[in-house]
């Protein structure tokens, strides 16, 4: 893993471990359930969230391969700069499961 990579995804990924964690259980909250806390949200959420939660030299082959997976994902939806953009909900929302807010600077 290259030190590029870690930098990069903790750039792209501009909310903070506890910002995902919530913003995860209220998407998967409806008004009649509320999955458990280490189950809410997207698979690649709960994987982001569990990269955040490491040191750098604790990563396995497995959190290298979804950092990178990430870092391409907002770059492909997202322009170079990663200025705060507005758009649609849904777009907005479906990055901030992966840990990234177009609207908060990266």
């Known amino acids: 893993m290259t030190d590029t990579l870690w930098d990069e995804f903790h750039r792209v990924v501009n909310m903070t471990s506890h910002e ?7 998407r998967s909250a409806d008004e009649n359930t509320e999955t458990l806390p280490d189950q809410a949200g997207t698979p690649t959420g709960q994987d982001v969230l569990r990269v955040l939660r490491k040191r750098r030299t604790d990563l396995t082959t497995e959190d290298v391969r979804v950092m990178r997976k ?7 939806q997202r322009r170079e700069d990663l200025e705060p953009t507005a758009g649609e909900a849904h777009w907005r929302h479906r990055l901030m499961s992966i840990g990234h807010d177009p609207l908060k600077p990266a």
């Open 20 to 26: 995902l964690e919530d913003w995860l259980r209220t």
């Open 70 to 76: 990430v870092v391409e994902r907002v770059h492909e």
